[in-house]
Antibody, heavy 124, light 108 residues
Framework: QVQLQESGPGLVKPSETLSLTCTVS????????WSWIRQPPGKGLEWIGY???????NYNPSLKSRVTISVDTSKNQFSLKLSSVTAADTAVYYC??????????????????WGKGTTVTVSS | EIVLTQSPGTLSLSPGERATLSCRAS???????LAWYQQKPGQAPRLLIY???SRATGIPDRFSGSGSGTDFTLTISRLEPEDFAVYYC?????????FGQGTKVEIK
């Protein structure tokens, strides 16, 4: 079955750029949306943004000026870059597959496969 | 941005009891755009319900979802020990997807 694995540095300095990659195994990255979500310590989930396999994107307005999500279909990977990080960006970062199913005239969206998450700490 | 407000913040119940979790949206959300997730400590969230009322693959039938418009409900008919966790609703109805703040179901 499809599995997702996040990878990247666990420690990032303030003002630098956080870079993470999500590798998709057991299936193709094509024909799906792919999303990043984060969870600060002890807090709830925050949607960061998504990318369609073709490259179109949509970002959380609160992060839009600092976020870039890209896809590499040849490697079955998609990536997250978050610039100018501060301590408030310390969180567990998850990647997830988003299903967009068209059934009986309606679109259904949901995140059905998640990575295990990777902890990123912003500190000097 | 659509804000999702979940209540209660914490639900203290015993195994075998019924749990009713609420998710209220700041504006109307299509039922097909509302999902529920379960998260246990140290784990990634797991999809429970999509389309407000459709159970995901492998989810026991004690979990059910209902609602429309701005009011949605997740019901666990009889709590099993493994159901004590945090539950989140999420909407995909606007260009900015949002999660509720979560409801923790704890053992009484």
């Amino acid at each position: 079955q499809v599995q997702l694995q996040e990878s990247g540095p666990g420690l990032v300095k303030p003002s630098e750029t956080l870079s993470l990659t999500c590798t998709v195994s057991g299936g193709s990255i094509s024909s799906y949306y792919w999303s990043w979500i984060r969870q600060p310590p002890g807090k709830g989930l925050e949607w960061i943004g998504y990318i369609y396999y073709s490259g179109s994107t949509n970002y959380n307005p609160s992060l839009k000026s600092r976020v870039t999500i890209s896809v590499d279909t040849s490697k079955n990977q998609f990536s997250l870059k978050l610039s100018s990080v501060t301590a408030a960006d310390t969180a567990v970062y998850y990647c997830a597959r988003v299903r967009g199913d068209y059934v009986s005239g309606y679109y259904y969206y949901y995140m059905d496969v998640w990575g295990k998450g990777t902890t990123v700490t912003v500190s000097s | 941005e659509i804000v999702l407000t979940q209540s209660p913040g914490t639900l203290s119940l015993s195994p075998g009891e019924r749990a009713t979790l609420s998710c209220r949206a700041s504006q109307s959300v299509s039922s097909s755009y509302l999902a529920w997730y379960q998260q246990k400590p140290g784990q990634a969230p797991r999809l429970l319900i999509y389309g407000a009322s459709s159970r995901a693959t492998g989810i026991p039938d004690r979990f059910s979802g209902s609602g429309s418009g701005t009011d949605f409900t997740l019901t666990i008919s009889r709590l099993e020990p493994e159901d004590f966790a945090v539950y989140y609703c999420q909407q995909y109805g606007s260009s900015s997807w949002t999660f509720g703040q979560g409801t923790k179901v704890e053992i009484k």
